[in-house]
Nanobody, 125 residues
């Protein structure tokens, strides 16, 4: 069974940076897509970024493009989300997710098979 464990969330001032980590276990992830989603209070879960594990191809939501970077360390089975120039509107619970295959951009939450427990990111103004 795939397990995803996020870490790295916290409180940061606007303009600051955080790096989230997602430690993945239970499978060989070469065919997988790993993604980050977020959910703010009262809002639906939204796509942030995705990476195709085997090729390292990356995709981003327009709202984070140029500020966030998704990457993976195959040796550690870990996916990262480097978040720079944070804004108060980035405040949310951030979730790591895994899809067994690559479907394209990887922006649809319904396509993901496994989810982590989430980590809170709070950006103060």
């Amino acid at each position: 069974q795939v397990q995803l464990v996020e870490s790295g969330g916290g409180l940061v001032q606007a303009g600051g940076s955080l790096r989230l980590s997602c430690a993945a276990s239970g499978r060989t992830f070469s065919s997988y897509t790993l993604g980050w989603f977020r959910q703010a209070p009262g809002k639906e879960r939204e796509f942030v970024a995705a990476i195709r594990w085997s090729f390292g191809s990356t995709y981003y939501a327009d709202s984070v493009k140029g500020r966030f970077t998704i990457s993976r360390d195959s040796a550690k089975n870990t996916v990262y989300l480097q978040m720079n120039s944070l804004k108060p509107e980035d405040t949310a619970v951030y979730y790591c997710a895994a899809d067994r295959i690559w479907r394209g951009v990887g922006a649809q939450a319904s396509e993901y098979n496994y989810w982590g427990q989430g980590t809170q990111v709070t950006v103060s103004s």
